[in-house]
């Protein structure tokens, strides 16, 4: 599985939109972009996963460059419940069960 | 969906000891996954279970852990003569087949005194 790429670290404004980045210059054309977070103490919690097209759902939106070498997490409006560690993978999903690799992730902490 | 359930939530060993851990996933879910993460890391694979068949192992899963996955439904993670270096989170997934994302767990926090 590809490598991906992240800040350590980030911050963000209540209310505003938090966007992570991720590189994944390395990705091949069937790997996906998967985005989990983790609250402290807690499991990592799925967010959503891509292919080449934008996707959207409840918690935030997925926007993958053309080339698909990098993505961007946009959580619309951030909340204090938002400060996780988030994580960007990227994973071979032929019907195989290849499992997650997680890199360190980014901190992003929701300031008030 | 009640979600993948691990029990227990903390476990505090001396070195040398057994320990158990189980894992109840999701129950329309064939696939099951063990990881480890210790304080500031991501989580690492260990191991993965298609129904009840292992067909995937780690290299950090050393002859001292063993997991079971018997009726293709509940699994359990032992470590045998536990070690300070195994004090760590350990999490279960699952998920169904395909591109599915995997579910995890709150995990089980040992500790090795």
């Known amino acids: 599985d590809a490598k991906t790429t992240q800040p350590t670290s980030m911050d963000c404004a209540e209310g505003r939109a938090a966007n992570l980045p991720c590189n994944h210059s390395t990705i091949s054309g069937n790997e996906y972009v998967y985005w989990y977070r983790q609250i402290h103490s807690q499991g990592p919690q799925y967010i959503i996963h891509g292919l080449k097209n934008n996707e959207t759902n409840e918690m935030a939106s997925l926007i993958i460059t053309e080339d698909r070498k990098s993505s961007t997490l946009i959580l619309p409006h951030a909340t204090l419940r938002d400060t996780a560690v988030y994580y960007c993978?990227?994973?071979?999903?032929?019907?195989?069960?290849?499992?997650?690799?997680f890199g360190s992730g980014t901190q992003l902490t929701v300031l008030p | 969906d009640t979600g993948v359930s691990q029990d227990p939530r903390h476990k505090i060993t001396k070195r040398g000891q057994n320990v158990t851990f189980r894992c109840d996933p999701i129950?329309?879910?064939?696939?099951l996954y063990w990881y480890r993460q210790t304080l500031g890391q991501g989580p690492e694979f260990l191991t993965y279970f298609q129904n009840e068949a292992q067909l995937e192992k780690s290299r950090l899963l050393s002859d001292r852990f063993s997991a079971e996955r018997p009726k293709g439904s509940f699994s359990t993670l032992e470590i045998q003569r536990t070690e300070q270096g195994d004090s760590a989170m350990y999490l279960c997934?699952?998920?169904?087949?395909?591109?599915?994302?995997?579910?995890f767990g709150n995990g089980t926090r040992l500790t090795v005194t």
């Open positions: 997934a699952s998920s169904s087949e395909g591109i599915s994302p995997l579910h």
């Open positions: 993978i990227v994973r071979v999903a032929l019907g195989s069960a290849r499992q997650l690799t």
């Open positions: 129950s329309e879910h064939n696939r």
